[in-house]
C-alpha cells in the first residue's frame, strides 16, 4: 500500500474508532482514552476512578477486544506492546 494509501486509511480507521467509542459506555471511553490517548499508566486510572487496577486492565481489554472484532482486517496486526495513540480531532 503506498504511504499517502496507508494515510488515508488510517485516518478513515480512526474517524470509525473515534464514532464506535462515542457508543460505549463513557467509563469505559474514559478509561481507554486515558490509557492510549493520554499514555496514562493502569495506577494513575485506578487512582482517578478509585477502582482496581485490574479493573482498569479488564476494562481497557476488552474494549480494545471488541475494536479488534469489529475492525478486523487481515493486514492489520495490533501488539500488546503498543501504545497507539488517537491524533487530536478538532
Known amino acids: 500500500m503506498a504511504r499517502s494509501d496507508r494515510t488515508a486509511f488510517n485516518?478513515?480507521?480512526?474517524?470509525?474508532?473515534?464514532?464506535?467509542?462515542?457508543?460505549?459506555p463513557v467509563r469505559?471511553?474514559?478509561?481507554?482514552?486515558?490509557?492510549h490517548q493520554?499514555?496514562?499508566?493502569?495506577?494513575?486510572?485506578a487512582d482517578y476512578f478509585g477502582t482496581s487496577v485490574g479493573t482498569v486492565k479488564r476494562t481497557?481489554?476488552?474494549?480494545?477486544?471488541?475494536?479488534?472484532?469489529?475492525?478486523?482486517?487481515?493486514?492489520?496486526?495490533?501488539?500488546?506492546g503498543s501504545n497507539a495513540r488517537l491524533p487530536e480531532v478538532p
Request: aromatic share 10%.
Open 11 to 24: 485516518n478513515v480507521m480512526v474517524q470509525q474508532i473515534l464514532q464506535y467509542l462515542e457508543e460505549v
Open 60 to 80: 481497557v481489554f476488552r474494549l480494545v477486544e471488541k475494536l479488534r472484532e469489529k475492525f478486523h482486517s487481515p493486514g492489520i496486526i495490533i501488539t500488546e
Open 28 to 35: 469505559q471511553r474514559l478509561m481507554f482514552v486515558m490509557k
Open 38 to 45: 493520554e499514555g496514562l499508566t493502569y495506577e494513575e486510572i
